[in-house]
């Protein structure tokens, strides 16, 4: 059973290009958790989604920002017009059922904005 | 939303058994106190998860006094590959069915040769 899976692992793009980030879940799981990381400090949340429903984007900044899991295929992670400040480790987490404290986070996607 | 307060960091020599402590003052009634482990570079990774006295896995034990509003992670005869960022969660619930798994900080654990 792989585990949770984000691509790309690295994504470089110059200010005001779009970034967009894929996580597919662990099979079976139904429920996703998208988190940003800056250099030394703790995870930030930001938005929880089941299949094709947004659940909770309390932690999403109001513009630029979207996120989306499809009924088929990889839930996004979209930055449009990016800018130096969204350089940042963005993590995908994965689990069964909501509010399962046992989540399995991805490696990652390091996003550099230059 | 339960917040928790854990050390910023911690030094340990290698094998000695490390207790890394966190404060939940406003943990919920039903919910869990689960921690997690960060190396440099990857996503955090489960390590246990209990509701009250004591949890033991292969990993660690966790201990939660009877008023729960703290946990005790016990980390058992420490190695190189132990140095790593440790948080301590509680679920937050969010409101209409939905919970967060909210982070701090963390504590920063370095061991030493």
């Known amino acids: 059973n792989a585990g949770v899976m984000q691509n790309p692992r690295h994504l470089v793009r110059r200010r005001g290009q779009e970034a967009r980030l894929r996580c597919s879940p662990m099979?079976?799981?139904?429920?996703v958790y998208w988190y940003r990381q800056l250099p030394e400090e703790g995870l930030k949340f930001m938005v929880y989604?089941?299949?094709?429903?947004?659940?909770?984007e309390s932690g999403m900044p109001k513009e630029r920002f979207s996120a989306e899991f499809p009924k088929e295929g990889p839930s996004i992670l979209r930055i449009q017009q990016v800018v130096r400040g969204d350089s940042a480790a963005y993590f995908c987490?994965?689990?069964?059922?909501?509010?399962?404290?046992?989540?399995?986070f991805g490696q990652g996607t390091r996003l550099t904005v230059v | 939303l339960a917040k928790t307060t854990q050390p910023i960091s911690m030094d340990s020599y290698e094998g000695q058994e490390v207790n890394i402590t966190c404060s939940h003052n406003?943990?919920?009634?039903?919910?869990?106190i689960t921690w997690y482990q960060q190396f440099p570079s990857q996503g955090p990774r489960f390590i246990i998860q209990?509701?009250?006295t004591k949890v033991t896995n292969e990993v660690a034990s966790l201990f939660i006094p009877a008023d729960r509003k703290s946990s005790t992670l016990s980390l058992p005869r420490v190695s190189l590959s132990d140095t790593a960022v440790y948080y301590c969660?509680?679920?937050?619930?969010?409101?209409?069915?939905?919970?967060?798994?909210?982070f701090g900080k963390g504590t920063k654990l370095s061991v030493i040769p």
């Open positions: 987490a994965s689990s069964p059922s909501a509010g399962d404290t046992e989540a399995f």
């Open positions: 406003n943990i919920a009634t039903n919910d869990y």
């Open positions: 969660l509680v679920r937050n619930y969010s409101g209409a069915g939905s919970y967060q798994l909210t």
């Open positions: 099979k079976g799981h139904s429920h």
């Open positions: 209990g509701y009250k």
């Open positions: 989604l089941q299949k094709e429903n947004i659940i909770d």
